[in-house]
């Protein structure tokens, strides 16, 4: 397999993202069955890349994944939201690398709080199909624990 290697996510990236959000919808689709079959995927990440920054990882110059994440705002501040079309992979081990690199430049201009929709394994899904419902959030990367959390709460 070749190496992959990783990069901001930029306008040249998007045809490649919307194959591999196809990919991962046609999967759900096997899965599921009950998804749309008309959608345009390069629309979607097009929406998506708007007003957003991220992370793209490539092998041999093709969009294997990306994460983009944009700005938003609300009472506990600014913080970075992905939804649907903002993530895809072909490889699950990706996941954790395209999150790194974008979280990096997230976190280096102040933004601590991230929230970030990524589907369970395609292996776990095969398993148990209701997780391609569930997925995973990502937050806060800033603030890892060095020690464990008290679950009391202060009287």
Sequence with gaps: ??????????????????????????FHQQMVGPLAHEVDFLAQV?????DASGSVALRDGIVVGYLLGKVQSDNGGPHIWSHLAGHGCDDEDLVGDLYALAAKG????????HFIFAPAPQESQREQPHLIQSGSILASPSAALRQPMSTRWPA
């Design 1 to 26: 397999m070749s190496p992959t290697t990783f990069a901001p996510f930029g306008a040249e990236h998007l045809q490649g993202a919307a194959q591999v959000l196809e990919r991962r919808h046609h």
């Design 46 to 50: 097009t929406s998506a890349f708007q």
């Design 106 to 113: 997230w976190v280096e201009t102040g933004l601590t709080r």
